[in-house]
């Protein structure tokens, strides 16, 4: 097992589930499936890991990505796009 002292099944989750107004498309939810490593083929986890976030900020590529008016050019790459790729953990 990779993650071995993960002992949570869900985690809570900013996640942008359409593209448009910032206020009107970002939630906050509970309950959020957490991500299992142990899915991963080993060359997939070879650039993956996951971290127990402490702080988070959504920073101005976020914005833009979850504006939509870029989308030709920056993604979202899968929806939900969970936005926060600057953050800090353990």
């Known amino acids: ?9 869900t985690m809570k989750a900013a996640q942008g589930k ?10 906050v939810e509970n309950n ?5 490593l142990n899915e991963l ?4 986890r ?12 959504l920073a101005c590529g976020d914005c833009r990505v979850l504006s939509g008016k870029t989308r030709k ?6 929806v939900p796009y969970i936005p926060g790729g ?3 953990g353990i």
Do not use: H, Y
């Not at 959020?32 to 299992?36: C, H, I, L, S």
């Open 18 to 27: 359409e593209l448009g107004d910032i206020n009107a498309m970002l939630t």
């Open 46 to 57: 070879r650039n993956k890991m996951i971290i127990e976030t402490k702080a988070v900020a």
């Open 73 to 78: 050019f920056q993604g979202p790459p899968s």
């Open 32 to 36: 959020v499936p957490m991500p299992d």
């Open 41 to 44: 083929t080993p060359q997939q």
């Open 1 to 9: 097992m990779i993650s071995p002292d993960i002992k949570k099944t």
């Open 86 to 88: 600057d953050c800090s």
